[in-house]
Protein backbone atom coordinates (compact mmCIF):
# COMPACT_ATOMS: atom_id res chain seq x y z
CA UNK A 1 0.00 0.00 0.00
CA UNK A 2 0.98 2.94 -0.92
CA UNK A 3 1.59 6.61 1.94
CA UNK A 4 -0.99 8.83 2.03
CA UNK A 5 -0.12 12.27 1.90
CA UNK A 6 -1.39 14.28 4.76
CA UNK A 7 -0.44 18.14 5.51
CA UNK A 8 2.36 17.97 8.73
CA UNK A 9 -0.01 19.43 11.12
CA UNK A 10 -2.18 16.32 11.05
CA UNK A 11 0.30 14.04 11.29
CA UNK A 12 1.77 16.05 14.15
CA UNK A 13 -1.55 16.20 15.89
CA UNK A 14 -1.95 12.31 15.46
CA UNK A 15 1.35 11.38 16.92
CA UNK A 16 1.33 13.47 19.72
CA UNK A 17 -2.09 11.90 20.48
CA UNK A 18 -1.93 8.67 19.40
CA UNK A 19 1.75 7.65 19.79
CA UNK A 20 2.50 9.72 22.90
CA UNK A 21 6.10 10.34 22.44
CA UNK A 22 8.39 11.62 25.05
CA UNK A 23 9.33 14.83 24.09
CA UNK A 24 13.26 15.55 24.52
CA UNK A 25 14.03 18.37 22.54
CA UNK A 26 11.75 21.18 20.70
CA UNK A 27 14.46 23.01 18.03
CA UNK A 28 13.59 23.45 14.66
CA UNK A 29 11.33 20.05 15.19
CA UNK A 30 10.13 18.33 18.14
CA UNK A 31 12.01 15.41 18.89
CA UNK A 32 10.59 12.66 20.53
CA UNK A 33 11.44 9.28 21.74
CA UNK A 34 9.44 6.14 22.07
CA UNK A 35 9.40 4.11 25.12
CA UNK A 36 7.12 1.25 26.93
CA UNK A 37 8.03 -0.03 30.01
CA UNK A 38 10.76 1.71 30.53
CA UNK A 39 12.83 0.51 27.13
CA UNK A 40 13.78 2.84 24.64
CA UNK A 41 12.05 1.87 21.19
CA UNK A 42 12.57 4.17 18.88
CA UNK A 43 15.35 6.41 20.21
CA UNK A 44 14.95 9.53 17.49
CA UNK A 45 11.60 10.42 16.10
CA UNK A 46 11.35 13.81 14.21
CA UNK A 47 7.65 14.61 14.66
CA UNK A 48 6.38 17.30 12.29
CA UNK A 49 5.93 20.94 12.40
CA UNK A 50 2.43 22.20 13.05
CA UNK A 51 1.82 23.54 9.71
CA UNK A 52 -0.24 22.87 6.51
CA UNK A 53 2.51 21.64 4.02
CA UNK A 54 1.97 18.86 2.52
CA UNK A 55 4.10 15.56 4.47
CA UNK A 56 5.35 13.89 0.85
CA UNK A 57 5.96 10.05 0.89
CA UNK A 58 9.19 10.25 0.59
CA UNK A 59 9.49 11.54 3.97
CA UNK A 60 6.37 9.82 5.35
CA UNK A 61 8.20 6.00 4.40
CA UNK A 62 11.10 7.87 6.82
CA UNK A 63 8.81 8.93 9.02
CA UNK A 64 6.85 5.30 9.02
CA UNK A 65 10.70 4.02 9.62
CA UNK A 66 11.34 5.61 13.03
CA UNK A 67 7.75 4.63 14.16
CA UNK A 68 8.69 1.19 13.23
CA UNK A 69 5.24 0.86 11.05
CA UNK A 70 4.57 -0.20 7.27
CA UNK A 71 2.46 2.16 4.98
CA UNK A 72 -0.89 0.36 6.12
CA UNK A 73 -0.02 0.77 9.17
CA UNK A 74 0.96 4.44 8.74
CA UNK A 75 -1.90 5.78 7.30
CA UNK A 76 -4.13 4.09 9.43
CA UNK A 77 -2.42 5.97 12.47
CA UNK A 78 -3.17 9.04 10.45
CA UNK A 79 -6.45 8.58 9.33
CA UNK A 80 -7.90 7.29 13.20
CA UNK A 81 -8.67 3.67 12.06
CA UNK A 82 -5.56 2.69 13.98
CA UNK A 83 -5.79 3.67 18.00
CA UNK A 84 -2.72 3.97 20.32
CA UNK A 85 -3.29 0.94 21.98
CA UNK A 86 -3.25 -0.79 18.82
CA UNK A 87 0.20 0.71 17.54
CA UNK A 88 1.62 -0.18 21.26
CA UNK A 89 0.48 -3.77 20.47
CA UNK A 90 2.12 -4.34 17.61
CA UNK A 91 5.37 -2.24 18.91
CA UNK A 92 5.36 -5.48 21.98
CA UNK A 93 4.97 -7.80 19.04
CA UNK A 94 7.64 -6.17 16.86
CA UNK A 95 10.36 -4.54 18.98
CA UNK A 96 11.00 -6.90 21.74
CA UNK B 1 10.65 23.13 -15.94
CA UNK B 2 13.23 21.88 -16.87
CA UNK B 3 16.62 20.38 -16.26
CA UNK B 4 19.87 19.50 -17.37
CA UNK B 5 22.01 16.95 -15.83
CA UNK B 6 25.27 16.94 -17.31
CA UNK B 7 27.58 13.78 -16.29
CA UNK B 8 31.24 11.99 -16.93
CA UNK B 9 33.08 9.46 -15.94
CA UNK B 10 35.24 11.79 -14.09
CA UNK B 11 34.20 13.67 -11.35
CA UNK B 12 31.73 16.57 -12.32
CA UNK B 13 28.21 16.93 -12.89
CA UNK B 14 25.95 19.71 -13.23
CA UNK B 15 21.63 20.30 -12.69
CA UNK B 16 20.39 23.68 -14.05
CA UNK B 17 16.92 24.12 -13.36
CA UNK B 18 14.57 26.51 -14.40
CA UNK B 19 11.75 27.43 -12.18
CA UNK B 20 8.87 29.29 -14.51
CA UNK B 21 9.67 32.70 -16.45
CA UNK B 22 11.14 34.54 -13.94
CA UNK B 23 13.20 32.38 -11.39
CA UNK B 24 16.01 30.30 -12.48
CA UNK B 25 18.12 28.67 -9.90
CA UNK B 26 21.57 26.69 -10.85
CA UNK B 27 22.52 23.79 -8.84
CA UNK B 28 26.17 22.91 -9.19
CA UNK B 29 27.15 19.26 -7.79
CA UNK B 30 30.38 17.77 -7.23
CA UNK B 31 29.93 14.23 -8.14
CA UNK B 32 31.97 11.10 -8.52
CA UNK B 33 31.15 7.72 -10.42
CA UNK B 34 33.92 6.11 -8.38
CA UNK B 35 34.72 5.24 -4.67
CA UNK B 36 35.14 8.09 -2.28
CA UNK B 37 37.93 9.26 -1.12
CA UNK B 38 37.57 9.17 2.86
CA UNK B 39 39.27 12.35 3.03
CA UNK B 40 36.93 14.34 1.23
CA UNK B 41 33.10 14.94 1.21
CA UNK B 42 32.82 14.72 -2.75
CA UNK B 43 29.65 13.81 -3.31
CA UNK B 44 29.05 10.39 -5.19
CA UNK B 45 25.94 10.66 -8.07
CA UNK B 46 23.41 7.62 -7.61
CA UNK B 47 20.64 7.99 -9.92
CA UNK B 48 18.28 10.49 -11.57
CA UNK B 49 14.53 9.20 -11.47
CA UNK B 50 10.83 10.43 -11.90
CA UNK B 51 8.20 9.69 -9.71
CA UNK B 52 5.05 9.28 -11.92
CA UNK B 53 4.34 13.38 -11.57
CA UNK B 54 6.37 14.60 -14.36
CA UNK B 55 8.73 15.84 -12.36
CA UNK B 56 12.67 14.12 -12.23
CA UNK B 57 14.90 13.80 -9.46
CA UNK B 58 18.31 13.00 -8.79
CA UNK B 59 19.95 11.53 -5.68
CA UNK B 60 23.29 11.35 -4.62
CA UNK B 61 25.29 10.39 -1.54
CA UNK B 62 26.83 13.00 0.29
CA UNK B 63 29.70 11.08 2.34
CA UNK B 64 30.39 13.46 5.88
CA UNK B 65 33.78 13.49 7.78
CA UNK B 66 33.08 15.14 10.96
CA UNK B 67 30.77 15.44 13.39
CA UNK B 68 31.23 19.35 14.64
CA UNK B 69 30.75 18.27 17.42
CA UNK B 70 34.30 18.31 20.15
CA UNK B 71 32.96 15.39 21.82
CA UNK B 72 32.67 13.23 18.93
CA UNK B 73 34.57 12.34 16.24
CA UNK B 74 34.31 9.88 12.99
CA UNK B 75 35.94 6.64 12.62
CA UNK B 76 35.05 6.59 9.22
CA UNK B 77 32.85 8.64 6.67
CA UNK B 78 29.14 8.80 7.06
CA UNK B 79 27.10 8.59 3.77
CA UNK B 80 23.86 10.87 3.68
CA UNK B 81 21.82 9.78 0.95
CA UNK B 82 20.66 13.26 -0.74
CA UNK B 83 17.79 13.89 -3.25
CA UNK B 84 16.29 16.62 -4.77
CA UNK B 85 12.94 16.37 -5.43
CA UNK B 86 10.12 19.05 -6.35
CA UNK B 87 11.92 22.19 -4.68
CA UNK B 88 13.41 20.75 -1.94
CA UNK B 89 16.07 18.94 -0.36
CA UNK B 90 15.88 15.77 1.42
CA UNK B 91 18.65 13.89 3.37
CA UNK B 92 18.42 10.51 5.54
CA UNK B 93 20.68 7.89 7.14
CA UNK B 94 18.73 4.57 6.80
CA UNK B 95 20.57 2.82 9.56
CA UNK B 96 19.84 5.65 11.75
CA UNK B 97 16.52 6.60 11.13
CA UNK B 98 17.03 10.44 10.45
CA UNK B 99 16.22 12.72 8.14
CA UNK B 100 16.45 16.15 7.07
CA UNK B 101 14.82 18.35 4.50
CA UNK B 102 15.46 21.99 3.71
CA UNK B 103 15.98 24.58 0.56
CA UNK B 104 19.08 23.92 0.49
CA UNK B 105 21.95 21.05 0.59
CA UNK B 106 24.04 22.55 3.52
CA UNK B 107 20.97 23.13 5.53
CA UNK B 108 20.24 19.49 5.51
CA UNK B 109 23.76 18.22 6.11
CA UNK B 110 23.81 20.42 9.21
CA UNK B 111 20.59 19.52 10.51
CA UNK B 112 21.87 15.92 10.18
CA UNK B 113 25.02 16.67 11.88
CA UNK B 114 22.90 17.67 14.87
CA UNK B 115 20.59 14.69 14.54
CA UNK B 116 23.37 12.43 14.87
CA UNK B 117 24.87 14.43 17.75
CA UNK B 118 21.11 14.39 19.98
CA UNK B 119 21.06 10.72 19.18
CA UNK B 120 24.25 9.76 20.59
CA UNK B 121 22.83 12.09 23.44
CA UNK B 122 19.76 10.39 23.39
CA UNK B 123 21.15 6.66 23.19
CA UNK B 124 23.58 6.54 26.40
CA UNK B 125 21.78 4.01 27.67
CA UNK B 126 22.31 0.52 29.08
CA UNK B 127 21.11 -2.51 26.50
CA UNK B 128 18.90 -3.40 28.85
CA UNK B 129 17.17 -0.08 28.31
CA UNK B 130 16.79 -0.28 24.53
CA UNK B 131 14.60 -2.19 22.06
CA UNK B 132 15.36 -4.23 19.38
CA UNK B 133 15.67 -1.18 16.69
CA UNK B 134 17.05 1.43 19.24
CA UNK B 135 20.14 -1.48 20.00
CA UNK B 136 20.78 -1.75 15.97
CA UNK B 137 21.24 1.93 15.74
CA UNK B 138 23.37 2.21 19.08
CA UNK B 139 25.61 -0.19 17.34
CA UNK B 140 26.45 0.89 13.54
CA UNK B 141 26.49 4.24 16.06
CA UNK B 142 29.08 2.66 18.05
CA UNK B 143 31.19 1.44 14.82
CA UNK B 144 31.18 4.46 13.15
CA UNK B 145 31.57 7.49 15.63
CA UNK B 146 34.68 7.64 18.63
CA UNK B 147 33.17 9.43 21.89
CA UNK B 148 35.75 11.37 23.25
Not at chain 2, 38 to 60: P, V, W
Not at chain 2, 113 to 118: G, M
Request: proline letters at 4%; hydrophobic letters at 35%.
Amino acid sequence: MAFKVYPEKVIRKQILAKVKPTVKNKGKHTIGQIIIDSVIISPYLKIPNNHKDEFHIHKAKKLAQALCIDSHMYNGLIDCNVKGNDYYQHLRDTQF
Amino acid sequence: MWYNLLTNKTDASSVTRNHGKSKAVTIRIRVSTGSADESSNQAIFLSSFTDGQNSEKFQYYRPINNLYNPGYSLKKPLYITCQFIGDEFFGFVDELDIYAYGNSEPEVISEIHEDISNILYLLHHPDGELGRKAKKIKKFLSSLVDIK
